[in-house]
């Protein structure tokens, strides 16, 4: 089953990718690496669950928000590579806004990975990957995503 068919099997369908808000692009694609610049938790222009994590944000919103993040990732890698079929996620890295006393990072940045396996599949879905708390994030997001990603031969 290709990418797409399992998008559309989630009812997921991709939105353009995000304009870059400053100096970036989404995504690059150079030699057999894609590089897919920190997304944020936005849909249709709106921020989902601004604030952070062990405040105003729960856990079960932070993990929706970490799998809109990694939507607009799969976005951004589409409209470098023109499809997700032929992808291997390699690195995930997950930023999450929350207070000096959450300690549930992982759990939250499953959302845009659990989201990258069932989409690609465990084999090209699931990479290395690291998950961290930060004191705030661009546009009030609870979550940011960044991957790097191998174009397969």
Not at 40 to 68: H, K, M, N
Not at 88 to 95: H, P
């Amino acid at each position: 089953m290709s990418a797409e068919e399992r998008l559309a099997e989630l009812g997921i369908v991709l939105p353009e990718a995000t304009t870059p808000a400053a100096v970036y692009r989404p995504a690059v694609k150079t030699g057999n690496l894609i590089v897919v610049s920190g997304q944020v938790a936005v849909r249709e222009g709106q921020i989902l669950s601004p604030g952070r994590l062990g405040d105003a944000v729960s856990l079960e919103d932070g993990y929706a928000a970490a799998r809109q993040c990694g939507i607009n990732v799969l976005a951004a890698v589409k409209s470098v590579h023109g499809s997700l079929d032929g992808v291997r996620v390699i690195r995930t890295v997950g930023y999450v806004a929350s207070t000096p006393d959450f300690t549930d990072h992982p759990r939250v940045v499953n959302g845009a990975s659990e989201l990258f396996r069932d989409v690609l599949g465990e084999d090209l879905g699931v990479g290395a990957r690291v998950a961290f708390g930060v004191a705030a994030l661009p546009a009030n997001s609870p979550v940011e995503v960044e991957v790097m990603l191998e174009v397969l031969a």
